[in-house]
Nanobody, 121 residues
Framework: QVQLVESGGGLSQAGGSLRLSCTAS????????MGWYRQAPGKQRELVAQ???????NYADSVKGRVTISRDNAKNMAYLQMNSLKPEDTAVYYC???????????????WGQGTQVSVSS
């Protein structure tokens, strides 16, 4: 049993900052990739940023230069620092992880419940 729990969402004015945290807990041997996705009303879920266990990152073009993803492998945690927020960043943000519960796999995909980020103009 694995859980991903997000925290840190909330309301911000345009130009403000928010920091999201994701904690993975349960039967975890290794986490390959951790990432953040978001889904705005009426839109498909989209990738915001992801980071491998080795620290390689990937960002959506829409957030490059404004968002930084990081992780603490020892704590099974990932973070998303969002600066210069825009109203179009308003969405539910979901934590995602690809992990294995035992040595050698198999690897599974897990999602958190999501945290709301709202940015006012």
């Amino acid at each position: 049993q694995v859980q991903l729990v997000e925290s840190g969402g909330g309301l911000s004015q345009a130009g403000g900052s928010l920091r999201l945290s994701c904690t993975a807990s349960g039967s975890i041997f290794s986490i390959s990739v951790m990432g953040w996705y978001r889904q705005a009303p009426g839109k498909q879920r989209e990738l915001v940023a992801q980071i491998t266990s080795g620290g390689i990152t990937n960002y959506a073009d829409s957030v490059k230069g404004r968002v930084t993803i990081s992780r603490d492998n020892a704590k099974n945690m990932a973070y998303l620092q969002m600066n210069s927020l825009k109203p179009e960043d308003t969405a539910v943000y979901y934590c995602h992880a690809i992990l294995a519960s035992k040595n050698g796999g198999p690897w599974f995909s897990f999602w958190g419940q999501g945290t709301q980020v709202s940015v006012s103009s």
